[in-house]
């Protein structure tokens, strides 16, 4: 059963930090580009960051350049995504999705290529 499980989320003040965490199990993430992305009330799923299966390739959107990271450990098929600095507007659910295709500029955001998809964790940055 091809499972995408999604975990760190919770309630940080503005400027704090959390990882998220995706964890892949039921089939091979290394074959996988993995992209991270967040819903806000009333607002479009956005993309937010995708990673190569090597790692040599990653993307952000511009609303978190510099403040996130993304990496991968293929090993423990699970792949982060470090948020750093982060602000009220970054409040909003999390998905992370598996595709197969090369992680480019290009294609981030584009939720229609993602093979498989999590469930979601709940952001929510507020003092």
């Known amino acids: 059963q091809v499972q995408l499980v999604e975990s760190g989320g919770g309630l940080v003040q503005p400027g704090g930090s959390l990882r998220l965490s995706c964890a892949a199990s039921?089939?091979?993430?290394?074959?996988?580009?993995i992209g991270w992305f967040r819903q806000a009330p009333g607002k479009e799923r956005e993309g937010v960051s995708c990673?190569?299966?090597?790692?040599?390739?990653?993307y952000y959107a511009d609303s978190v350049k510099g403040r996130f990271t993304i990496s991968r450990d293929n090993a423990k098929s699970t792949v982060y995504l470090q948020m750093n600095s982060l602000k009220p507007e970054d409040t909003a659910v999390y998905y992370c999705a598996a595709g197969y295709f090369y992680c480019s500029g290009a294609v981030l955001g584009r939720s229609s290529l993602y093979n498989y998809w999590g469930q979601g964790t709940q952001v929510t940055v507020s003092s």
């Open positions: 039921g089939f091979t993430l290394d074959y996988y580009t």
């Open positions: 990673i190569s299966r090597t790692s040599s390739s990653t």
